[in-house]
């Protein structure tokens, strides 16, 4: 499974724009970029996902680099809400499988 | 995106007891669904795949034979953990795959197992 590399955390203050980072230098050409985050104490939810071109939807936005070796995942306005561990996760076409890094941790300062 | 529970929320057992935990899609038929364990401060680690109407498929390191998996429906799989013992206690999540080839999953909001 191709693997990511994200920063162990972040800190972020409310309201401002946050961009959480993820490098994957072996990803396949069939492999789709997910993110995901984790509340404490709750199942992960999916946040987005790309292939090749950036997307946006009512949650985030996903930028990724035109090698695709790496990709930022990006909220607009951060809340304390949106405080949360964030998976960058490679899933290749047809496995089904999700295989979870360490993730970011971050934390929004009000 | 699926809505998936996951039945019970928490539970506290004795050692050497078994226990079950339900993991439903409630607005999505799902042919695979997937069971992960996450122990505190760690990553979540997938450790089956369960197929509708087939044996789960079990990650290297995951005993079948402990973890129990049933697939019996299209909205239902179950996890039963046999005989647990405290190294067991843990936080169960469970995943609907959606169709198609992107691959997304989506999350029930997991079981915490005590085991005493």
């Known amino acids: 499974d191709a693997k990511t590399t994200q920063p162990n955390s972040m800190e972020s203050n409310e309201e401002e724009p946050v961009h959480l980072p993820c490098n994957h230098s072996?990803?396949?050409?069939?492999?789709?970029i997910h993110w995901y985050r984790q509340l404490p104490s709750q199942g992960p939810e999916y946040v987005i996902h790309?292939?090749?071109s950036n997307v946006n939807n009512r949650m985030a936005s996903l930028a990724i680099a035109e090698d695709r070796k790496s990709s930022t995942l990006i909220l607009h306005r951060a809340t304390l809400r949106d405080a949360a561990v964030y998976y960058c996760?490679?899933?290749?076409?047809?496995?089904?499988?999700?295989?979870f890094g360490q993730g970011t941790t971050l934390q929004v300062k009000p | 995106g699926a809505v998936v529970s996951q039945h019970p929320s928490w539970v506290i057992c004795k050692s050497g007891t078994s226990v079950k935990i339900e993991c439903r899609s409630l607005?999505?038929?799902?042919?695979?669904m997937f069971w992960y364990r996450q122990f505190p401060k760690q990553s979540l680690m997938l450790m089956a795949t369960?197929?509708?109407?087939?044996?789960?498929?079990?990650e290297q390191g995951v005993e079948k034979d402990k973890f129990l998996i049933n697939h019996a429906s299209l909205t239902l799989s179950t996890l039963t953990v046999t005989s647990a013992h405290p190294e067991d206690s843990s936080f169960y999540i469970c995943?609907?795959?959606?169709?198609?080839?992107?691959?997304?999953?989506?999350f029930g909001p997991g079981t915490r197992l005590l085991v005493l």
């Open positions: 995943s609907v795959g959606a169709s198609g080839s992107s691959e997304t999953q989506y």
């Open positions: 072996t990803i396949s050409g069939t492999d789709y």
């Open positions: 790309g292939l090749t």
């Open positions: 996760i490679l899933a290749g076409y047809g496995t089904g499988k999700l295989i």
């Open positions: 607005d999505f038929q799902a042919t695979t």
């Open positions: 369960s197929n509708e109407g087939s044996k789960a498929t079990y």
